[in-house]
Structures are given as structure tokens and as C-alpha cells.
């Protein structure tokens, strides 16, 4: 995702930026992480109990350990998945492991600010893999103090230690010393000044394994807390009315009635920001303070606004498609043109142009935007389900002016992300509320503010191009986008940079094709955009794969033969987009026949049932999807198999990477049946699940199998590998059962009004 929160670096955490923090005073070893002491203050090292900086670890008196969670958890599984990291290196037993949350750690240094607790944030499936080798030296660290703590006191060398888990073990005096009893000893040790060996992965006894996600009781349970069960003592309750149209503004507001409704305290106009300028926070609007968030629900509903329409009053998505096809009969932005390809189409045997189409769409988390802000003379405390907590700090710090190290953001489990906590305008608009009344202000969106108030998934229009030679090799390739850009209104990005977010110039079928261009028209609309789950890759991995599908039909090739043959003729070679650094097709080529054989692909099946496949590239990771469905006479859609797969390396937590397979593969499909947000006169027209029908459990098949294939010890993220195949598998089915060919999404009733009347 491009909206990418602040992620530690190695430039920024070096091996050497291992901190030990000494006793604490229940005991307990501290481990942390961030910084080398020369950046630090001299207050924010000293040994004492105030000290904060780069906790990870405590190993209390009777061996159970407590490892910090840095991340925001979003329903990935990265709370789990980052402890586990430093159990296994820490040599401790999973059952004895707790979980705590940190807050935001950033410290000011003499050139602005840094992590104490590294960076924190995820998006863009950048969790695990930002963590992975961070996490494991805290681990390995940790056990090697405890180690040498343990030498000095049996006078030996280190090397005649060992670890078993939560003990050290000293063979040749035949002692055991638990990790509780060293814990005063080791956490006086300097930290070492090197990075430490770390495990082989064939000795990982916690990594690798399946472990029940932390939290998942309290979950199951009712015990979780969320963001939007922030409660404090005092705390008012507000809800904002927003421009009903895009980029609207308020003209005249008259709060006499709302104030009158029981329980209201008070009303807040809020100044949105500009047309055309970057989002502080969405639309400008008016906010109502109440006892209670019904009473300001009710109050929201008394007021009395006059609103300037402003601009894009007319904004619709209908005139938008017909701009975008306007706009493909002229020529574009050619971002990338790999060898003739002009020369390459005029020698072609076969063209083939086909168009697609990819709706907007809203995030739609169960758990709506909330926000708890407290702003005093000197400090502001956020409390925000939040996938960029630093980024609530600088939206906090933006409305306040207060300095960033006076802001405290805890960061509460989230109900749903999948990219729309990435931006903070709801931090922004509780900030300001609480900044106006002086109160401690619980911000609260409704269902409906939430689906017409979103950064949406960018819509677009692709044209494909190709031409083929007389033996149906693909010898040229093009890709045509009118779009509306998810980068439009982004702080400093010129316009000719705005294709960057939605075409991929390293995405397959490069270098499988020598003759590639890639042209980019960028449509305006005043709708908001932003990073939706794997982004561009959810329409690129369409019309890609749908094309191919396409290509292979009209040349009366079999489309796996085809997609194989193109992954063939394409190496491993260097990858500069989303997932990056390197894309190697051959590891997607064998996820694509491990699927093709499960699902049996190529076996007769009966008039009506078919097989789609897909596959994609994606945040480093390979994924590839493999449906059968049955279509009946009266367009009635069945999905009866569903094979799903998935290559991330090392899968840490298989658990969660299996989830996140199934979510993703359920969330792609899910849009792919049903979901577009629309716009008429300005206004987005949809407001809930009645307009925005998520795909309900009964869609989906019980033969729903996923597989994680391994393929070397480096992991990646999965939490969004697993959609962009899963919508071309689909219509690649639902054409091999029906004949009808899907090009335009959501399905919706396209199946129906192609059956013959």
C-alpha cells in the first residue's frame, strides 16, 4: 500500500541499537530494542523505574515470561505471530508466554524523532517481515545474557551453557538454574555489542508450529476490547454530520434545536480541508457533544445545516465509466514501453482488445471508525484502533501544535482494517473536538458514516491489448488504464507520478512478454481514495488473468497451458513494486499445478460446471486459487470447490497464515459477487449492508481447502496475497461452465440477464 505507515529500517535500527534496560523493580529483565544510547536522552536511560525505552521482555521470578506487542493488531495475527519470534530465540516454553500492548513509542532525538519500541505500524502485509529479524535478536539476546549470567555464577566459560527451555543448563557441573533466578544477574550485563547467532530453523520448536491465536478466548469470549469499548472517567461523547456531497462545505449552521435535545452539551464546526488539497480529515462538518453517543445521534439529527455544495455535486460513477471510455480513445501517460512493441502488433497473427471494469469499493471494517482524545494545555491522549499509530501522532500533533513526545497513543485492538486505518481523519476530527470543548471526547462513526465517508478502493477502466503469433505465443502486450488514482490529493505527488498507484510495471506478464506497454489516464473524480486490501493488485490480478483466459480461448489454446508457458518464459528477476525485492514465476508456476491437480483440472465434468484458475504475485508472496462452479439455467451461481494456496516462505504462524488465506480468498470472492460503491449528484449512495451485501457463510463451499507450500526459511506477510486470484478464478469458472464471459465486476446479475429470455 502506498499510504505506507513508518517502518523500522535497517538504516534506522541497526544491530548495535539493542538495548538492555537492567533490573526493574519487580525483578523482571527487561529487553528492548530501539536505539543506540547516544540518540537517547539521559533521562530515558538512566536505571530507574521510569525508564520505558525498549521493554520486550520480562521474565518474572517464577519463569513466566511477558513479551510487549508492538503492532497493531487487526485480525492478522501478528500479536502472536512477533512473540513467538522471541520465544523461540528467548528458549521458552509457548505455555508460559504472555502477551502485553504497547503504546506508541517514538522518541525525540537532535534530528526530530525515532522509535523506541521499533517502528510500528502495519499495512502493505509489512508486519512480520519488517519484525522478523528485529524480534528474534531481541529473543536471542535476551538468552544470551541469561547464559553468561548464569557461567558467572558457576564460574565457567558461556560455551559450557546451554538452553533448555526456561532454564540454562551447565552440563558438566550437572546444575539447572531456572531463568527466574537470573533474572537480577543478567539484566546488569552490558548488551552485547553484535547481533547475536540465531537459531537454525531446523531447531524451532515454537516457529513453524500452529499455536492458538493470543486473545482468541477473550474473543470468543466477549472479553476483547476494541477501540470503540474505550471508556474513561468524564469522557463525552460526540458524532459528527459531514458534507453529504464530495468536497461540500458547511454554509450556515443552527444548533438551537440539536442543543435542546437531552443530554447535548455542545456543537463544534469543523473545517475540512480544501478542494483539491491533501485530507486532514474527510469533509467538513459539525460535530455534536452529548452524554451519551445516542443523545448526540439525536442531536446530529436536530441540527439544522446549510451546506454549500461545493464542486463535485454532480460527481457520478455513471458519467465517470463514460469518461474513462472517452478517454481510451485517445492516447495516455506511457509509463513503461519494454522493446517495439508498435512494430510487435502490426506483425501479430491475432489481436485480441477486451475491456474490463473494476467498481469502487469501501473497507467496510465491522468495527465503524472511533476515536478517544484528551487534549490538555501540554498533552493529548489517543486511544484509536489504528493501523499507523504514528501517523495518529502526527494528525494529533497537526491540530494541536503541541511537540509529538507530548502525545500518548494506545493502541487498541481493531475491528477490521484492511487499509482504512492507515489514514487517522477520525483521529484528526477527536483531537479537534476535544481541543475545542476541553473534554475528553469518545468519537463515534455510525455504520452509515463510515460506508459514505471512506478512502475507497480506486475504480478503473483497463483496456488489454495483445497480440499473438500463429502458434498462440503472446508477442505483445498492452495495458491501458483511465482511473481514478488512489494517489490523487496525496501531500507532495506530482501528477505524472499518480499512474504509480495503480499500474505496476514489474506485475506479470513483464519480461514473459517482450513487447510491453503500460498507459495511464487519470480521471479526477471528487470521490476520496485510499489503500484497500493489496491494493491495485485486487484489479490488476483480474484483468490479467482474465485476459489470459481470453487470449487462450480465442487462440484455442487450454488456458493452464497457456499461463504455464507465459510463467515459463519469464526469470527470476528483480521486483521494484508492492512485495518487492525479487519475483521468481517459477514458484508461482508450481502453486499454479499444485492447484490445477487438486481441483482436477481437465477431468470431464457435467454441462453447466466448470473450472477457473488464478494465480498472482503480491507483497513478496505467491498465491494461486482454483474454483469450481456450477451455473444452472436461470444464472444461479453455486460455488462447489474452492483450492487455495499460498507460498510465503517460511509461514511462522501457520495458524494465522491459513486464516488469512481463507479470509482473503473469502473476502476477494465476497467482492467480486457483490460490492461497488456508486455516486449520483454528488453523493455516495450506499449506506450499509443492505446496499453492500457482503457474500454470507452459505456462499462458500464446505470443500474449501487451503495449502501452504513452503519454499525457503525468508518469510512474507499474507495478509493480502490471498485476494487477487480469487475473483479471475471465479469468472474464469463461471465462463467454463456458462459460456459467459465476466468483464465488468461486481458479478452481480450478470449471469441471469445472459440466460436467454
Keep these: 500500500m502506498s499510504a505506507r505507515p513508518e517502518q523500522h529500517t535497517p538504516e534506522n535500527v541497526g544491530r548495535r541499537s539493542f538495548l538492555v534496560s537492567g533490573l526493574c523493580t519487580t525483578g523482571a529483565l527487561l529487553v528492548g530494542v530501539p536505539l543506540?544510547?547516544?540518540?537517547?536522552?539521559?533521562?530515558?536511560?538512566?536505571?530507574?523505574?521510569?525508564?520505558?525505552?525498549?521493554?520486550?521482555?520480562?521474565?518474572?521470578?517464577?519463569?513466566?515470561?511477558?513479551?510487549?506487542?508492538?503492532?497493531?493488531?487487526?485480525?492478522?495475527?501478528?500479536?502472536?505471530?512477533?512473540?513467538?519470534?522471541?520465544a523461540e530465540e528467548l528458549d521458552v516454553a509457548w505455555e508460559n508466554v504472555s502477551v502485553t500492548s504497547m503504546p506508541l513509542g517514538i522518541v525525540k532525538t537532535e534530528d526530530g524523532y525515532t522509535w523506541k519500541y521499533g517502528g510500528q505500524g502495519v499495512g502493505g502485509s509489512t508486519g512480520l517481515t519488517s519484525n522478523f529479524d528485529f524480534m528474534r535478536q531481541v529473543g536471542a539476546q535476551a538468552r544470551q545474557l541469561l547464559i553468561q549470567a548464569a557461567a558467572r555464577r558457576l564460574n565457567v566459560e558461556p560455551e559450557a551453557c546451554h538452553t533448555e527451555p526456561g532454564v540454562v543448563v551447565c552440563t558438566d557441573q550437572q546444575v539447572t538454574l531456572p531463568y527466574g533466578e537470573l533474572v537480577a544477574d543478567a539484566?546488569?550485563?552490558?548488551?552485547?555489542?553484535?547481533?547475536?547467532?540465531?537459531?537454525?530453523?531446523?531447531?524451532?520448536?515454537?516457529?513453524?508450529?500452529?499455536?492458538?491465536?493470543?486473545?482468541?478466548?477473550?474473543?470468543?469470549?466477549?472479553k476483547a476490547r476494541?477501540?470503540?469499548?474505550?471508556?474513561?472517567?468524564?469522557?463525552?461523547?460526540?458524532?459528527?454530520?459531514?458534507?453529504?456531497?464530495?468536497?461540500?462545505?458547511?454554509?450556515k449552521v443552527d444548533a438551537a434545536e440539536a442543543l435542546k435535545t437531552p443530554g447535548v452539551l455542545k456543537v463544534v464546526q469543523l473545517e475540512g480541508p480544501q478542494v483539491g488539497e491533501p485530507y486532514n480529515i474527510l469533509a467538513s462538518g459539525v460535530a455534536v457533544v452529548a452524554e451519551s453517543t445516542w443523545a448526540a445521534m439525536q442531536g446530529r439529527e436536530a441540527l439544522r445545516i446549510d451546506w454549500d455544495e461545493g464542486p463535485n455535486a454532480t460527481d457520478s460513477t455513471d458519467v465517470f465509466w463514460a469518461e474513462n471510455h472517452e478517454a481510451l480513445k485517445g492516447q495516455g501517460q506511457v509509463v513503461l514501453d519494454d522493446g517495439d512493441f508498435d512494430t510487435a502488433?502490426?506483425?501479430?497473427?491475432?489481436?485480441?482488445?477486451?475491456?474490463?471494469?473494476?467498481?469502487f469499493v469501501s473497507h467496510a471494517p465491522l468495527e465503524p471508525q472511533n476515536c478517544f482524545a484528551h487534549v490538555?494545555?501540554?498533552?493529548?491522549?489517543?486511544?484509536?484502533?489504528?493501523?499507523?499509530?504514528?501517523?495518529?501522532?502526527?494528525?494529533?500533533?497537526?491540530?494541536?501544535?503541541?511537540?509529538?513526545?507530548?502525545?500518548?497513543?494506545?493502541?487498541?485492538?481493531?475491528?477490521?482494517?484492511?487499509?482504512?486505518?492507515?489514514?487517522?481523519?477520525?483521529?484528526?476530527?477527536?483531537?479537534?473536538?476535544?481541543?475545542?470543548?476541553?473534554?475528553?471526547?469518545?468519537?463515534?462513526?455510525?455504520?452509515?458514516?463510515?460506508?459514505?465517508?471512506?478512502?475507497?478502493?480506486?475504480?478503473?477502466?483497463?483496456?488489454?491489448?495483445?497480440?499473438?503469433?500463429k502458434t498462440g505465443g503472446v508477442t505483445a502486450w498492452s495495458q491501458r488504464l483511465a482511473s481514478a488514482s488512489k494517489y490523487y490529493r496525496r501531500p507532495n505527488m506530482p501528477d505524472e507520478n499518480l499512474w504509480q498507484a495503480e499500474l505496476y510495471v514489474d506485475d506479470f506478464p513483464r519480461a514473459a512478454v517482450e513487447n510491453l506497454r503500460l498507459e495511464y489516464f487519470h480521471h479526477a473524480i471528487g470521490l476520496p481514495r485510499g489503500s484497500w486490501r493489496a491494493p491495485a493488485h485486487t484489479?490488476?490480478?483480474?484483468?490479467?488473468?482474465?485476459?489470459?483466459?481470453?487470449?487462450?480461448?480465442?487462440?484455442?489454446?487450454?488456458?493452464?497451458?497457456?499461463?504455464?508457458?507465459?510463467?515459463?518464459?519469464?526469470?527470476?528477476?528483480?521486483?521494484?513494486?508492492?512485495?518487492?525485492?525479487?519475483?521468481?514465476?517459477?514458484?508461482l508456476a508450481k502453486l499454479t499445478r499444485f492447484v490445477a491437480d487438486r481441483i482436477g483440472y481437465g477431468q470431464s465434468r457435467p454441462a453447466g460446471q466448470g473450472v477457473g484458475i488464478a494465480t498472482h504475485f503480491t507483497f513478496g508472496g505467491y498465491a494461486a486459487h482454483a474454483i469450481e462452479v456450477a451455473v444452472d439455467a436461470d444464472g444461479g451461481l453455486e460455488l462447489r470447490r474452492i483450492v487455495a494456496a499460498i507460498d510465503c516462505g517460511l509461514a511462522v504462524h501457520p495458524s494465522a497464515v491459513e486464516a488469512q488465506l481463507q479470509g482473503g480468498t473469502i473476502?476477494?470472492?465476497?467482492?467480486?459477487?457483490?460490492?461497488?460503491?456508486?455516486?449520483?449528484?454528488?453523493?455516495?449512495?450506499?449506506?450499509?449492508?443492505?446496499?453492500?451485501?457482503?457474500?454470507?457463510?452459505?456462499?462458500?463451499?464446505?470443500?474449501?481447502?487451503?495449502?501452504?507450500?513452503?519454499?525457503?526459511?525468508?518469510?512474507?506477510?499474507?495478509?493480502?496475497?490471498?485476494?487477487?486470484?480469487?475473483?479471475?478464478?471465479?469468472?474464469?469458472?463461471?465462463?467454463?461452465?456458462?459460456?459467459?464471459?465476466?468483464?465488468?465486476?461486481?458479478?452481480?446479475?450478470?449471469?441471469?440477464?445472459?440466460?436467454?429470455?
Excluded at 476494541?226 to 454554509?251: C, H, W
Design 36 to 86: 543506540g544510547r547516544s540518540q537517547l536522552q539521559a533521562s530515558e536511560i538512566g536505571a530507574d523505574a521510569t525508564r520505558q525505552i525498549g521493554f520486550f521482555i520480562t521474565i518474572k521470578p517464577d519463569g513466566k515470561v511477558v513479551i510487549g506487542s508492538n503492532q497493531p493488531e487487526i485480525g492478522q495475527g501478528v500479536r502472536t505471530a512477533l512473540p513467538m519470534l522471541v
Design 539 to 587: 484489479a490488476n490480478a483480474f484483468v490479467i488473468q482474465s485476459f489470459i483466459d481470453e487470449l487462450a480461448h480465442e487462440s484455442g489454446q487450454d488456458p493452464l497451458a497457456l499461463r504455464l508457458a507465459l510463467l515459463e518464459r519469464g526469470g527470476e528477476r528483480p521486483y521494484s513494486n508492492h512485495g518487492g525485492p525479487r519475483f521468481n514465476p517459477a514458484r
Design 376 to 469: 490538555t494545555e501540554h498533552r493529548c491522549e489517543v486511544v484509536a484502533p489504528t493501523q499507523s499509530p504514528a501517523g495518529a501522532s502526527r494528525a494529533a500533533a497537526a491540530v494541536t501544535g503541541l511537540p509529538r513526545e507530548n502525545i500518548h497513543v494506545e493502541i487498541s485492538r481493531s475491528g477490521g482494517g484492511f487499509g482504512r486505518r492507515l489514514s487517522n481523519d477520525y483521529v484528526s476530527e477527536a483531537v479537534m473536538i476535544s481541543q475545542e470543548t476541553g473534554w475528553p471526547i469518545k468519537l463515534q462513526w455510525t455504520r452509515e458514516d463510515d460506508m459514505q465517508n471512506d478512502f475507497y478502493r480506486p475504480a478503473g477502466l483497463h483496456e488489454l491489448t495483445a497480440g499473438m503469433d
Design 667 to 757: 473476502d476477494g470472492i465476497s467482492t467480486a459477487l457483490g460490492l461497488e460503491i456508486t455516486v449520483r449528484d454528488g453523493r455516495v449512495q450506499q449506506t450499509n449492508f443492505d446496499a453492500y451485501p457482503l457474500a454470507k457463510i452459505a456462499t462458500f463451499p464446505v470443500n474449501f481447502e487451503s495449502h501452504i507450500l513452503p519454499f525457503d526459511d525468508t518469510p512474507t506477510g499474507v495478509g493480502e496475497m490471498g485476494i487477487p486470484s480469487a475473483a479471475p478464478a471465479l469468472t474464469n469458472a463461471i465462463y467454463a461452465a456458462s459460456g459467459v464471459r465476466i468483464r465488468q465486476l461486481p458479478i452481480g446479475d450478470q449471469l441471469v440477464r445472459a440466460r436467454p429470455a
Design 345 to 359: 502488433m502490426k506483425s501479430a497473427s491475432t489481436v485480441l482488445t477486451r475491456r474490463y471494469e473494476v467498481p
Design 226 to 251: 476494541y477501540g470503540i469499548d474505550t471508556q474513561r472517567p468524564d469522557m463525552r461523547y460526540a458524532v459528527v454530520a459531514r458534507s453529504p456531497t464530495l468536497n461540500g462545505r458547511v454554509k
Design 187 to 222: 539484566s546488569a550485563l552490558a548488551l552485547p555489542s553484535e547481533d547475536v547467532p540465531l537459531k537454525a530453523k531446523a531447531a524451532y520448536q515454537i516457529v513453524g508450529r500452529r499455536q492458538t491465536n493470543v486473545g482468541t478466548l477473550d474473543i470468543i469470549t466477549g
